[in-house]
């Protein structure tokens, strides 16, 4: 291959590798959104602590990393159902205002209790893969990263075959579409909140626990996320699983393909920029809601 | 309480705001007063539309660094003083607003604040990476508090705290004076139906766009002219002025104050600039008891927590009922 | 009644100052002990804090106990003046140190001339910082350009290497850094091949290791702190770039070589202070640090050793804890220590210093070249 298409197609790998987790966490934070109505500013701090507790469990208590990465979901998830169960559900008809209040709460809360248990050090996780790069064509890339895009397309497809094809799936998309109607006909709606959170917050940790091999964790790190996702959706379309995917992988590849062609400072400003192009010309976002 | 007896707490409240730097030595004491006026000015704006129109804007501290800025440059670049710079500054925060609030402020519900946060963020983008103009993270130094030029007296030096607290009292009183004739007028009014019920509002012909527009203009405007007073103050602009925190800090001031009213954000504004510099050794445990009151005083205490407090300490004769105006 | 409790408790709090007389020499110290540079700033504390006790056990100076107060700057620019403030007004100290982030310290400047306080850093880089014509602030560090005069000549002998890419943080330190090494290696025979920069939230930068990649380099030189150093060093090996790393930053510390792992093995240090030189000071140093505080010194360590020990000489030739006396004496500093002498030019920047080149390998830095600064 030409040195130049070498580059392209480098270029379009990372952005497929980072598109594919910044997918992940945005389906995570759409289901949140879509079915119980709140935007969750403390998706980050989930994927935070899927870092952190993937990292705590391998190398300080010595799991393997392949349990750890699951375990440490388990705990995100265990989490989540203590906070749905503690403070969401209250909140169940609650106004945006509040909701969004609690959640920037949570989100402070969370980071800064990561920050007296673990200290502002930031920490990789270690992997039992080997760490010599693997070359095709030219192109680089190495067994983690392989990893990282395989367990986050896996999750993104179980998270697309959830909601289409099991039970709670689709409780979850009658609750998105009409919660009143959803139960008159019998849909527990406590119960579904419950899968919904729990869900989108075992989609943030996965992420931060699978990309944490090569991208340092930080209890702030949490922010950055946040507002990634953020981004996403908004370009995607708030409430569309879709949206979420295409966003993701639509942002990961130009953030990528701008950071390779244009001066680096400005890489960020692409996802903005584009939020700006999609509220001015199709404010519903890219995908309406599904 | 009856309105004279209002009047005649507000000139009292008035008089013992004026006697704190004879009464106050300590110059340390006197920054926080002074930071905590700046911060009053900032969250009368924010209330307006968080308390009044009911709308979430996390743009907020954005428009705080941008008011900040726009004096700072111009003071760095054309040398204009904060006699200028204030106007300004408050200018042109509320002709940004402006801007933006036509493209989002029809927008409702969660994309508007989701948008508002990617606005802020946009605007750190700009500060930090435009380093022709904005010098980057090297940011802007050497501002300085200006004198103020009296006929027949002369220059009169306000950099020394006990002085510039006044210039700072004097801005926070017009502040409060600025959102209380709003507050109290039929906008006012008009802000709080189109909380308490949008659609009614809108079948009686009055818009909702335009009403939060005027909120969010004149709340900005405010944000910007307390920017260029603690950029003046301080003396250093950088881009750190539009961290997320500043929002969290405001929204804490303004929640917990008791949203909705006036004298609430500005009593929080005090409280939550002193308490973090009394809790100082305490700095992780003081963010985690922070964000727990904001989250419980949220789920439970929707009028804050200033209020109710005060009310229990108050003889009951002097309670009042009405939480929709200060 | 919460209103009552912290009444009170702001009542004691203004009181307490009123107890304690002038009996010490009081020294302020400013530093991100919370935040995303704690790390460091703990160890810069510490080590200042070790070193007060050291010279207290002696007898302290002028006859009196050094009183270190420290304030949490976390690195942000209005929180570090509010702790100067406390510190000069409340606490009545008669020198500052800090505030490490070169736009904290700027800040903080501000308060020094205000009060006319003297302030040194001993890690803010910025350029600028000096050229403000402020009196009472001093550098004891060499600015990244100083270190690029020093350095750049030697760098394409040292890692045998022609083609330059520079890959730094996008803020006046990787900027400058890319705007004044270049000139010594291209004198040196050196050729510049890309320049790429990151922002400070960037956790991944594929992006930009792929462009520096397309450009094939022989070396690359960065300016980065541990954590996108350690992020990096890994990235860039994971996409197989095999080139040596030239790194301005914490790129022989601790904690980097642990977050990179074998990521960092042939790394190059650029650094004013690295725990493996050799000197009878440094020897006596790193043996205290490493019984005292169980890791080995960063450079970070080795700044608040030379911010203090010039601080407290200065107060000794002053011959009083009178801040102006302390600023004058400042001036005149001709101080031998850890990485040699040091004097303030007429903008108070410190020159004549040595500075280092660290090579890593197997988990050690040793020192492979050296240079001292010149005068600016």
């Given at each position: 291959m030409s040195a130049s298409a070498t580059i392209l197609a480098q270029h379009l790998l990372n952005g497929v590798l980072i598109g594919c987790a910044y997918a992940l966490i945005a389906m995570g934070l759409t289901m949140i959104f879509g079915v119980m109505n709140i935007a969750n500013f403390a998706h980050g701090e989930f994927y935070m602590l899927g870092g952190f507790l993937a990292f705590y469990l391998v190398s300080l208590m010595g799991l393997g990393y392949f349990l750890a990465l699951p375990a440490a979901v388990a705990l995100v998830v265990a989490l989540a159902i203590v906070l749905q169960h503690g403070i969401f559900r209250r909140l169940r008809d609650a106004p945006m205002m509040t909701t969004t209040l609690v959640t920037i709460g949570l989100s402070l809360f969370l980071e800064h209790v990561a920050l007296l248990m673990w200290g502002p050090q930031p920490q990789s996780i270690p992997t039992p893969f080997p760490t010599t790069p693997l070359s095709f064509l030219g192109i680089y890339t190495t067994p983690l990263y392989l990893f990282c895009m395989a367990v986050t397309a896996a999750l993104i497809v179980a998270g697309h075959l959830v909601i289409r094809k099991t039970k709670m799936g689709k409780a979850m998309r009658a609750t998105f579409q009409n919660k009143e109607a959803s139960a008159l006909v019998?849909?527990?709606?406590?119960?579904?909140?419950?899968?919904?959170?729990?869900?989108?917050?075992a989609l943030a940790a996965a992420a931060g626990a699978v990309l944490g091999g090569f991208i340092p964790v930080e209890p702030t790190t949490g922010g950055v996320v946040t507002l990634k996702a953020f981004v996403v959706v908004i370009l995607g379309g708030m409430g569309s699983f879709v949206g979420a995917i295409v966003g993701g992988l639509v942002l990961g590849i130009a953030e990528a393909l701008g950071a390779g062609y244009m001066p680096t400072g400005w890489k960020d400003a692409i996802g903005f920029f584009a939020v700006v192009l999609v509220l001015l010309f199709r404010p519903e976002g890219l995908f309406r809601r599904a | 309480?009856?309105?004279?007896?209002?009047?005649?707490?507000?000139?009292?409240?008035?008089?013992?705001?004026?006697?704190?730097?004879?009464?106050?030595?300590?110059?340390?004491?006197?920054?926080?007063?002074?930071?905590?006026?700046?911060?009053?000015?900032?969250?009368?704006?924010?209330?307006?539309?968080?308390?009044?129109?009911?709308?979430?804007?996390?743009?907020?501290?954005?428009?705080?660094?941008?008011?900040?800025?726009?004096?700072?440059?111009?003071?760095?670049?054309?040398?204009?003083?904060?006699?200028?710079?204030?106007?300004?500054?408050?200018?042109?925060?509320?002709?940004?607003?402006?801007?933006?609030?036509?493209?989002?402020?029809?927008?409702?519900?969660?994309?508007?604040?989701?948008?508002?946060?990617?606005?802020?963020?946009?605007?750190?983008?700009?500060?930090?990476n435009w380093i022709d103009m904005t010098r980057g993270f090297m940011g802007l130094p050497g501002l300085q508090i200006p004198a103020l030029y009296v006929p027949g007296i002369g220059a009169i030096d306000l950099a020394a705290k006990g002085r510039f607290y006044y210039v700072v009292l004097a801005a926070a009183i017009v502040a409060f004076v600025v959102c209380r004739s709003i507050v109290r007028s039929s906008i006012g009014r008009k802000f709080i139906l189109i909380r308490e019920n949008e659609p009614l509002a809108e079948s009686l012909g009055i818009s909702a766009f335009r009403y939060a527009m005027i909120a969010f203009v004149v709340g900005a405007a405010l944000a910007g002219a307390a920017g260029s007073l603690y950029a003046h103050y301080v003396g250093f602009v950088s881009p750190d002025l539009f961290n997320f925190s500043y929002v969290t800090i405001m929204l804490i001031m303004v929640i917990l104050g008791g949203k909705g009213t006036l004298a609430g954000p500005a009593l929080g504004a005090v409280i939550f600039t002193f308490l973090p510099e009394l809790l100082r050794e305490a700095s992780h445990w003081r963010m985690i008891i922070f964000a727990t009151i904001l989250i419980v005083a949220t789920l439970?205490?929707?009028?804050?927590?200033?209020?109710?407090?005060?009310?229990?300490?108050?003889?009951?004769?002097?309670?009042?009922?009405?939480a929709g105006a200060a | 009644m919460q209103a009552l409790?912290?009444?009170?408790?702001?009542?004691?709090?203004?009181?307490?100052?009123?107890?304690?007389?002038?009996?010490?020499?009081?020294?302020?110290?400013?530093?991100?002990?919370?935040?995303?540079?704690?790390?460091?700033?703990?160890?810069?504390?510490?080590?200042?804090?070790?070193?007060?006790?050291?010279?207290?056990?002696?007898?302290?100076?002028?006859?009196?106990?050094?009183?270190?107060?420290?304030?949490?700057?976390?690195?942000?620019?209005?929180?570090?003046?509010?702790?100067?403030?406390?510190?000069?007004?409340?606490?009545?100290?008669?020198?500052?140190?800090?505030?490490?982030?070169?736009?904290?310290?700027a800040a903080m400047m501000e308060v020094a001339k205000k009060h006319k306080v003297p302030h040194i850093t001993g890690i803010s880089t910025a350029a600028q910082l000096t050229e403000q014509g402020n009196p009472y602030f001093f550098r004891a560090v060499a600015t990244t350009p100083m270190l690029g005069n020093a350095f750049g000549g030697v760098l394409p002998a040292a890692v045998k290497a022609k083609r330059f890419a520079f890959l730094v943080l996008n803020d006046d330190w990787g900027r400058s850094m890319a705007a004044s090494y270049p000139k010594s290696i291209e004198n040196a025979g050196g050729q510049i091949v890309a320049t790429e920069f990151f922002q400070q939230s960037d956790l991944q930068f594929l992006s930009q290791i792929t462009k520096v990649?397309?450009?094939?380099?022989?070396?690359?030189?960065?300016?980065?702190?541990?954590?996108?150093?350690?992020?990096?060093?890994?990235?860039?090996?994971?996409?197989?770039?095999?080139?040596?790393?030239?790194?301005?930053?914490?790129?022989?510390?601790?904690?980097?070589?642990?977050?990179?792992?074998?990521?960092?093995?042939g790394v190059y240090g650029l650094v004013e202070y690295v725990y493996t030189i050799k000197n009878p000071i440094n020897d006596t140093f790193v043996k205290e640090f490493q019984a005292k505080l169980k890791e080995n010194p960063t450079k970070f360590a080795g700044a608040a050793h030379n911010a203090i020990h010039i601080m407290v000489d200065a107060i000794k030739r002053a011959g009083a804890a009178d801040p102006e006396k302390i600023r004058v004496a400042l001036e005149k500093t001709d101080y031998n220590g850890l990485v040699g002498n040091i004097k303030f030019d007429d903008k108070h920047q410190a020159y004549g210093q040595t500075v280092y080149l660290a090579h890593v390998k197997g988990g050690v830095p040793e020192v492979v070249a050296t240079a001292k600064i010149a005068k600016p």
């Open positions: 019998g849909i527990r709606i406590d119960r579904v909140y419950m899968y919904a959170f729990a869900f989108g917050a | 309480m009856p309105e004279t007896g209002r009047r005649l707490a507000a000139a009292a409240a008035v008089l013992v705001l004026a006697a704190v730097p004879l009464a106050v030595r300590d110059e340390y004491y006197l920054h926080l007063c002074i930071v905590a006026g700046v911060f009053v000015i900032a969250v009368l704006g924010l209330d307006l539309i968080v308390g009044y129109v009911g709308q979430l804007s996390l743009a907020h501290a954005a428009f705080f660094a941008l008011g900040a800025y726009t004096s700072g440059l111009l003071f760095v670049r054309a040398k204009w003083s904060m006699w200028l710079g204030l106007p300004a500054a408050a200018i042109a925060t509320g002709l940004i607003a402006f801007v933006l609030g036509s493209v989002i402020l029809r927008t409702r519900g969660h994309r508007f604040i989701i948008i508002t946060v990617v606005f802020a963020e946009l605007m750190k983008l700009v500060a930090t439970f205490m929707p009028r804050g927590i200033v209020f109710p407090l005060v009310e229990h300490l108050l003889p009951a004769r002097w309670r009042t009922r009405d | 409790k912290l009444f009170a408790a702001a009542a004691l709090l203004a009181l307490a100052p009123l107890a304690v007389a002038q009996e010490t020499v009081r020294i302020g110290v400013v530093q991100p002990t919370t935040g995303p540079v704690a790390y460091d700033g703990n160890i810069y504390v510490n080590t200042v804090k070790m070193i007060v006790d050291d010279m207290n056990a002696k007898g302290g100076v002028l006859g009196k106990k050094i009183e270190l107060l420290v304030e949490d700057g976390a690195c942000n620019p209005a929180q570090s003046v509010n702790a100067a403030e406390k510190l000069v007004t409340r606490d009545k100290v008669v020198a500052l140190l800090g505030a490490f982030c070169s736009t904290s310290t990649k397309a450009a094939n380099p022989d070396a690359i030189v960065l300016a980065a702190n541990t954590q996108q150093a350690a992020a990096l060093s890994k990235q860039i090996r994971d996409l197989g770039v095999t080139v040596p790393l030239i790194g301005e930053g914490s790129w022989t510390s601790d904690s980097y070589l642990k977050l990179a792992g074998p990521a960092s093995d």
